[in-house]
């Protein structure tokens, strides 16, 4: 299992906690994957990190996550979905099934979707989606 964060503050404290197996943390830029990371990953694991980017990075993002793992590799992710209540204007930047299925067609196929019962607190039920895909 591998960290990987562009803040050197969040590795620090991810770091501080007790060790729960053989994971490992390193500094770096997803959305710039170093080389000896590209194709190195079989799971993805993301919540909410496309929702704090940009939309304008959003296609980056689409690549970074598809550069990232081998073939047949699987991503994990948990979108942070428009609502009634969303005022739109981000971070974080809702974005919608449909537009993240998009973002993906090309590289990923589909394998679940969901809307878990339970979120943060201060997040309206339905505003989060579970999406489990396969990279071709």
Excluded at 88 to 113: C, H, M, N, T, V
Aim: glycine letters at 6%.
């Amino acid at each position: 299992v591998l960290g990987l964060d562009i803040a050197p503050t969040a590795l620090a404290l991810a770091e501080s906690y007790p060790s729960a197996g053989s994971e490992a943390y390193t500094l770096g830029d997803f959305l710039s994957l170093p080389s000896e990371l590209c194709g190195s990953f079989d799971w993805l694991f993301e919540h909410t990190f496309l929702s704090a980017l940009s939309p304008k990075c959003r296609r980056k993002y689409a690549q970074a996550v598809s550069s990232a793992l081998k073939p047949q590799g699987k991503f994990l992710a948990i979108l942070f979905c428009r609502t009634s209540s969303d005022p739109g204007e981000g971070p974080p930047y809702a974005i919608s099934f449909e537009e993240f299925e998009q973002l993906f067609k090309e590289d990923f196929r589909l394998l679940s979707q969901s809307v878990p019962l339970q979120t943060y607190p201060e997040r309206p039920s339905g505003s989060e989606v579970l999406c489990l895909m396969q990279k071709l």
